[in-house]
């Protein structure tokens, strides 16, 4: 069962067969030598020259030949099928004890939706390739198989534990496409994986930032959970996003033009903590802008497959129409940090990578759920627009009774991107993401540089998703009330 392991095949499914085979093999090899000798021994006494003692021994040779291979062959007959039947049974019982706990690994996968990713190729295995703590063997389907019901023993002589139950989680793991074989960690955890999109200057690494930060520092407290680092380059990664957040800055994502490298960044953490089983793995992945202006990366991103949900970044000044309105409004800082990239060709962009990596075609529609988020909504007017000053104004209204607060900021939304002349956007996304919702927020809080991120609105998004894919969190992180769908987009 599965590829060649360097790893020996237990007894039972090699070695037993041919150990069986030869007992019985010599059973019957003893009991025609027995008869061949009792022929031989007839043949000496017929040529002895005496013919009274020729002839007895000659009956008695006889009776004996004859008594070995009738009662010895039904003796050793009667003996190989018990041995077979023994062989059978004893088999039977170990194939079946194989059987149950394959499949009950296979079903404790399934069920906690346990699966594995990696952060460079972006491919998905139900598990990684494990790696021999003695002598650095890479051993790939590390479950009962022939190698092991329990345990697998290397070829070094070491053994490895098959299942989740008896500690296959704690070995060393690489990713199984032989061409990344990069490190993984939080092996048997439960993958929640959410990529963060848009063109350049959109706001993309300023909303991961503002969410990491204020979701490790304040909500996973709040609700009885705890951090767990991924592994040395992610808490570099985070170090960077505090550093940030307190001053007010980004450090913006660039491209990476080595083939060897990813083009998009994860930032990964576990968390841990009231009743969640198994360990929940976060992966917020940070898209540079350019790999959608100019649709060249150096990995396909796979991770769109089997995401959970997506973040789709809108800056309103990349929206022409807007931005010619309040231009004039506008601080030198927001005028520089404006996005160029235009939201049509980024949707394209995007909805072609999507059906690479899912083979939708393109009358399909995603199930992934899909946020568009309107970022920089601190600026020019817009938080009496679009966000919670807005909403908290039109509570009260007659034409929004009933609504619930993150229905109203969903329709205001939409109702201005087509007001400027985004309809055809709007429309896009309904026809091809089945469960999508729009939101408006501000990563930073104000302009960049001006001093520690008071970000509003990026909680909101992330826990629609997340609870979304996640009904235990969504169960303890329940601050914001959605309806499936918008009451808006009905």
């Known amino acids: 069962m599965g590829n060649h392991q360097p790893a020996k095949i237990s007894y039972f499914f090699s070695k037993g067969y041919s150990d069986a085979g030869n007992v019985i093999k010599g059973a019957w090899v003893n009991n025609w030598g027995t008869v061949?000798?009792?022929r031989t021994k007839l043949s000496d006494s017929w040529n002895s020259g005496h013919s009274v003692a020729r002839w007895f021994l000659a009956v008695l040779w006889i009776f004996g030949m004859l008594a070995v291979f009738a009662v010895g062959s039904?003796?050793?007959a009667i003996f190989t099928v018990v041995n077979v039947a023994v062989l059978a049974a004893a088999m039977s019982v170990i194939y079946l004890c194989f059987s149950i706990l394959w499949l009950a690994d296979l079903i404790y996968l399934k069920s906690h939706k346990i699966f594995s990713t990696c952060p460079i190729c972006k491919a998905k295995f139900?598990?990684?390739s494990f790696i021999c703590p003695s002598c650095g063997a890479v051993h790939t389907e590390l479950r009962p198989s022939k190698y092991g019901i329990l345990k697998r023993q290397c070829n070094c002589g070491a053994t490895m534990p098959t299942t989740f139950a008896n500690g296959r989680n704690g070995l060393p793991a690489i990713c199984s496409n032989q061409e990344c074989a990069r490190p993984i960690f939080g092996i048997g955890s439960r993958p929640i994986c959410i990529p963060v999109i848009g063109g350049r200057n959109t706001g993309k690494t300023a909303f991961i930032t503002a969410f990491s930060y204020d979701f490790i520092q304040s909500?996973?407290?709040?609700?009885?959970?705890?951090?767990e680092n991924y592994d040395s380059e992610k808490e570099t990664i985070y170090a960077t996003m505090q550093t940030d957040y307190t001053t007010g800055e980004t450090s913006a994502t660039t491209r990476e033009t080595d083939p060897s490298k990813p083009s998009s960044v994860s930032y990964s953490f576990l968390t841990t903590g009231n009743g969640l089983k198994p360990k929940r793995l976060l992966h917020i992945y940070d898209i540079a802008g350019e790999v959608f202006t100019d649709n060249r990366e150096n990995e396909v991103q796979q991770q769109y497959d089997y995401s959970h949900g997506i973040v789709l970044i809108i800056d309103p000044l990349s929206i022409t129409d807007f931005a010619n309105n309040v231009w004039d409004r506008l601080s030198s800082i927001d005028r520089a940090s404006a996005s160029d990239a235009d939201l049509?060709?980024?949707?394209d962009s995007f909805l072609q990578k999507l059906q690479q990596a899912?083979?939708?075609s393109d009358v399909q529609a995603s199930g992934v759920p899909l946020?568009?988020?309107?970022?920089?909504?601190?600026c020019a007017g817009l938080p009496e627009m679009i966000g919670d000053k807005a909403v908290n104004a039109l509570a009260s209204d007659q034409a929004y009774s009933g609504w619930k607060q993150t229905d109203i900021m969903d329709d205001l939304c939409r109702k201005f991107l087509r007001d400027n002349g985004m309809a055809a956007f709007e429309l896009a996304i309904k026809h091809k993401f089945k469960k999508n919702r729009f939101f408006s927020c501000s990563a930073i809080g104000h302009e960049r540089g001006l001093g520690a991120y008071k970000p509003w609105g990026v909680l909101r998004v992330m826990q629609w998703l997340i609870a979304s894919a996640d009904s235990d969190i969504a169960k303890i992180w329940n601050t914001e009330v959605f309806s499936d769908p918008p009451q808006g987009a009905k």
Request: hydrophobic share 60%; proline share 6%; charged share 10%.
């Open 371 to 378: 946020a568009v988020v309107i970022s920089k909504a601190d």
């Open 219 to 227: 909500v996973m407290p709040s609700i009885g959970l705890t951090k």
């Open 344 to 347: 049509l060709f980024i949707m």
């Open 358 to 360: 899912t083979g939708l």
């Open 126 to 128: 139900l598990l990684p």
């Open 74 to 76: 039904a003796v050793t």
């Open 36 to 38: 061949k000798w009792y």
